[in-house]
């Protein structure tokens, strides 16, 4: 089965999707595409490559103007869970997780309405702090003028910027294969999974992992504190 992100509205109703699949003996699969983006994946191997050495810091910028919402019902909180941490910050969030290859363990926010589409969330900062003293952080703004949408992951031995187009590391530029989109490579993972009877890469289990982070954004922003994963 392939759902789309962010998988449900909260960590509770994402866990009894898993463990439904789970207990029928089906595969479960999140369609968390920046995985399959060309230039994410290409980051992946180079990290798991020791090209940047042990990551310790992941900055994220994920800037730019929302004019307008693609349905009306994304204008209702209680049904689609927020504006950016559902569509945008399951992405952000994900891809940290996934390039990292860990979970947090503490989680803390700030996070701030505004805006005349939504009474959803549009500004605000995720930060996240790992084993091995690394951290990460994301910062966004559905409001900005200006677009800004990238990584910068630094290293112990490098550091290394991504975005949806271009890859570098410590400013030279790395190429990749551009001749597949991300959706395509979704399906395709979807299809071989299938095919070879297997998990697929992005499983249940990962997308409730994004969700109780998400889950954790929102309480840290309204008690105004720090918590645990």
Same mark, same amino acid.
């Given at each position: ?16 999707m898993a463990d439904v699949a789970d207990k029928h003996g089906r595969n479960l699969m999140v ?16 990290i798991e490559d020791g090209r940047i050495g042990r990551p310790i810091n992941y900055a994220r ?11 009306? &019902?994304?204008?209702? @909180? ?11 910050? #399951? ?22 309405? =505004? /805006?005349?589409? /939504?009474?959803?969330? @549009?500004?605000? &900062? ?16 559905l409001r900005s003028k200006e677009t800004i949408q990238g990584s910068l992951i630094v290293g ?9 187009? +271009? ?11 551009? #001749? ?11 299809? /071989?999974?299938?095919?070879? #009877? +297997?998990?697929?890469?992005?499983? =249940?289990?990962?997308?409730? +992992? ?10 840290? #922003? ?8």
């Amino acid at each position: 089965m392939l759902v789309g992100k962010p998988m449900a509205l909260n960590e509770d109703e994402a866990r009894k999707m898993a463990d439904v699949a789970d207990k029928h003996g089906r595969n479960l699969m999140v369609g968390q595409s920046r995985r399959f983006l060309p230039s994410d994946q290409k980051a992946k191997r180079l990290i798991e490559d020791g090209r940047i050495g042990r990551p310790i810091n992941y900055a994220r910028q994920t800037c730019f103007w929302v004019e307008r919402l693609s349905t009306d &019902w994304r204008r209702d @909180v209680d049904a689609c869970g927020g504006l950016y941490l559902p569509l945008f910050g #399951s992405h952000d969030v994900d891809a940290m997780l996934w390039l990292l290859d860990t979970a947090p363990i503490t989680v803390d926010a700030r996070i701030r309405a =505004g /805006s005349d589409l /939504s009474d959803g969330d @549009v500004e605000g &900062w995720i930060g996240l702090t790992f084993e091995d003293e690394a951290v990460g952080a994301i910062a966004f703004s559905l409001r900005s003028k200006e677009t800004i949408q990238g990584s910068l992951i630094v290293g112990a031995e490098g550091t290394m910027r991504v975005e949806r187009n +271009r890859l570098s590391v410590d400013g030279e530029p790395v190429s990749f294969d551009h #001749s597949k989109g991300a959706l395509e490579r979704q399906m395709e993972e979807f299809v /071989s999974a299938i095919v070879d #009877s +297997r998990a697929p890469s992005v499983p =249940g289990t990962d997308g409730v +992992r994004t969700m109780c982070v998400l889950d954790l954004a929102r309480a840290s #922003s309204e008690q105004q504190k720090s918590l645990m994963f």
